[in-house]
């Protein structure tokens, strides 16, 4: 069946500028989450929703970065005035409810890239 | 989350039996372990996950002492195709942010 998706696959953009990263989640699973992982390194936690709510943003680096999830479905990450330490892969991944013992399934995520 | 030590790096040679040991001293009673596979370019996927003594699905196996200070992940019989970094991560299950450090990068060689 369909996986998590996400999209672009690579973004390439100048430093000062807002990119627009989207996720569609497993469809049913009403936890979504955005990791961050830098080269070589592991992942970052950034935020997580259960449905549309976000219980938890202490994740995310900056109030350059924020997130929505829209119909318990798609999530889109923005980040605004990007930096070049915001380059890194962005991943998001989804499980049917939330609880470390439901396995999270990801995409491939968005490779950012700032000029 | 509990705090969880893996090696940095393994090698093996194709048809070999794996074993990739994680301590995580300080796990909490409602603590599972899990275990994630990452190939380049690609997120991490779920391979298996346990609470005590021994699970084995399609992929793992996956030893728990009765402690459970510490878990292993064997993988049986290696291929090329192995070669991946294998985060193990320790949590209870009302929590929900995973705690990736930079995992075990296996190396399988002909």
């Known amino acids: 069946g369909a996986g998590v998706s996400q999209s672009p696959s690579n973004k390439v953009t100048e430093k000062g500028k807002d990119v627009e990263l989207r996720c569609d989640p497993i469809?049913?699973?009403?936890?979504l989450y955005w990791y961050r992982q830098s080269l070589g390194q592991g992942l970052e936690f950034l935020i997580y929703?259960?449905?549309?709510?976000?219980?938890?943003k202490s994740g995310l680096p900056s109030d350059r970065f924020s997130a929505e999830r829209t119909g318990g479905s798609v999530s889109t990450l923005t980040i605004q005035r990007t930096q070049q330490e915001d380059s890194a892969v962005y991943l998001c991944a989804s499980s049917t409810a939330t609880g470390l013992n439901q396995p999270q399934h990801f995409g491939d995520g968005t490779r950012l890239s700032i000029l | 989350l509990a705090k969880t030590t893996q090696p940095i790096s393994m090698d093996s040679y194709e048809g070999q039996e794996v074993n990739i040991t994680c301590s995580h001293n300080n796990i909490a009673t409602n603590d599972y372990i899990t275990w994630y596979q990452q190939f380049p370019s690609q997120g991490p996927r779920f391979i298996i996950q346990g609470y005590k003594t021994k699970v084995t699905n399609e992929v793992a196996s996956l030893f728990i002492p009765a402690d459970r200070k510490s878990s292993t992940l064997s993988l049986p019989r290696v291929s090329l195709s192995d070669t991946a970094v294998y985060y193990c991560l320790v949590g209870e299950n009302s929590g929900y942010a995973l705690n990736f450090g930079k995992g075990t990068s296996l190396l399988v060689t002909p």
């Open positions: 469809s049913g699973h009403t936890a």
């Open positions: 929703f259960q449905g549309n709510s976000a219980p938890d």
